[in-house]
């Protein structure tokens, strides 16, 4: 397995077990085209199946993009805050613009995985990120314990970064500079009142990586127990358009996909017998078609003696 580097930028969007995607998610899940993980995504260990049920990569429709927060130009306002103080002396400035998708490589998954070391599984967005112009960036892998040990033993590929970048940058449309992302101290800049809205404790950044199973109590942290600790999550620092698409099976270019015989009980079958209510179908009744002699050169009949059936009733 290559090893894995890459950082998981990811969204809860449903509560414990999806009970309401459920039954989509049972169906999609099963398809040929679920359980795919492209190149980013294994380097991000989406593959790997005893962290993650179930996975399912899409693709953003052509004008959909992705969203950093790089600020308005002022380090100083444009930073997360970081103390009580500091919070209710500034506001934070903000300033979403859309990734230069021709610069950065981008794949993105619909996930199922353990959440909050509860047994019961939650849907997941994920997202992973590689500036085409430079595969070290982003990439992280402690250089201590076991897994660094082997992967240096084994000596099959070359460790491309074991320092953090908790800084990152990214590229931007219409800016020649990578521009440095900036995570928020809030869960999220739509959470403003989760607890007046009766949606939930929290609404802190928890601004560490490492299990989130106590958030918002005690020394927690932002994700998943195979989480670095010094990967530190920037809350909302990357938006997603949610306009997304994906083949659950064949691509619709194959030309044996969706034929008419296709259905259940006929797979693999070269005839296919119909049965239909009798009736004459076609017979030009126009005035003008009459008039003129015409004839339905498509004229169907299912009678035997080309008269029109009315409803005989229930």
Same mark, same amino acid.
């Given at each position: 397995? *290559?090893? *894995?580097? &890459?950082? /998981?930028?990811?969204?809860?969007?449903?509560?414990?077990?999806?009970?309401?995607?459920?039954?989509?998610?049972?169906?999609? =899940?099963?398809?040929? %085209?679920?359980? =795919?993980?492209?190149?980013?995504?294994?380097?991000?260990?989406?593959?790997?199946?005893?962290?993650?049920?179930?996975?399912?990569?899409?693709?953003?429709?052509?004008?959909?993009?992705?969203?950093?927060?790089?600020?308005? %130009?002022?380090?100083?306002?444009?930073?997360?805050?970081?103390?009580?103080?500091?919070?209710?002396?500034?506001?934070?400035? &903000?300033?979403?613009?859309?990734?230069?998708?021709?610069?950065?490589?981008?794949?993105?998954?619909?996930?199922?995985?353990?959440?909050?070391?509860?047994?019961?599984?939650?849907?997941?967005?994920?997202? *992973?990120?590689?500036? =085409?112009?430079?595969?070290?960036?982003?990439?992280?892998?402690?250089?201590?314990?076991?897994?660094?040990?082997?992967?240096?033993? =084994?000596?099959?590929?070359p460790i491309k970064s074991v320092t953090p970048d908790n800084n990152p940058t990214v590229a931007i449309e219409n800016e020649s500079e990578l521009k440095q992302i900036y995570g928020i101290p809030g869960y999220g800049h739509h959470h403003m009142n989760r607890l007046k809205l009766g949606v939930g404790p929290g609404a802190g950044c928890p601004t560490k990586g490492g299990d989130a199973s106590i958030y918002p109590w005690g020394d927690t942290g932002?994700?998943?127990?195979?989480?670095?600790?010094?990967?530190?999550? &920037?809350?909302?620092?990357?938006?997603?358009?949610?306009?997304?698409?994906?083949?659950?099976?064949?691509?619709?270019?194959?030309?044996? /996909? $969706?034929?008419?015989?296709? %259905?259940?009980?006929?797979?693999?079958?070269?005839?296919?017998?119909?049965? *239909?209510?009798?009736?004459?179908?076609?017979?030009?009744?126009?005035?003008?078609?009459?008039?003129? %002699?015409?004839?339905?050169?498509?004229? /169907?009949?299912?009678?035997?003696?080309?008269?029109?059936?009315? $409803?005989?009733?229930?």
């Amino acid at each position: 397995h *290559v090893p *894995v580097d &890459l950082p /998981l930028w990811y969204c809860q969007v449903s509560s414990a077990q999806f009970p309401h995607l459920a039954a989509a998610w049972d169906l999609i =899940k099963e398809q040929p %085209g679920a359980n =795919k993980v492209g190149p980013l995504g294994k380097r991000a260990g989406l593959d790997i199946r005893e962290n993650f049920n179930h996975v399912v990569r899409f693709n953003l429709f052509e004008d959909a993009g992705i969203w950093a927060n790089i600020g308005q %130009g002022n380090p100083e306002t444009d930073s997360m805050p970081q103390t009580l103080e500091e919070l209710e002396e500034r506001v934070q400035t &903000l300033n979403y613009q859309r990734v230069d998708m021709s610069r950065v490589t981008a794949e993105v998954y619909i996930m199922e995985r353990a959440y909050h070391n509860y047994p019961e599984t939650y849907i997941h967005l994920a997202l *992973v990120l590689l500036d =085409k112009s430079n595969e070290e960036s982003y990439s992280y892998i402690r250089p201590h314990g076991k897994y660094y040990d082997n992967l240096v033993q =084994k000596g099959r590929y070359p460790i491309k970064s074991v320092t953090p970048d908790n800084n990152p940058t990214v590229a931007i449309e219409n800016e020649s500079e990578l521009k440095q992302i900036y995570g928020i101290p809030g869960y999220g800049h739509h959470h403003m009142n989760r607890l007046k809205l009766g949606v939930g404790p929290g609404a802190g950044c928890p601004t560490k990586g490492g299990d989130a199973s106590i958030y918002p109590w005690g020394d927690t942290g932002s994700a998943y127990p195979t989480n670095y600790e010094e990967i530190t999550p &920037l809350c909302d620092a990357i938006l997603t358009d949610i306009k997304l698409w994906t083949n659950l099976d064949k691509p619709w270019t194959d030309p044996a /996909l $969706n034929l008419g015989n296709a %259905g259940r009980g006929f797979e693999g079958e070269t005839q296919v017998k119909y049965e *239909v209510q009798a009736n004459f179908y076609g017979k030009y009744t126009d005035p003008y078609n009459v008039a003129t %002699g015409a004839v339905n050169p498509h004229e /169907l009949d299912f009678t035997g003696d080309r008269t029109v059936q009315e $409803n005989p009733g229930e």
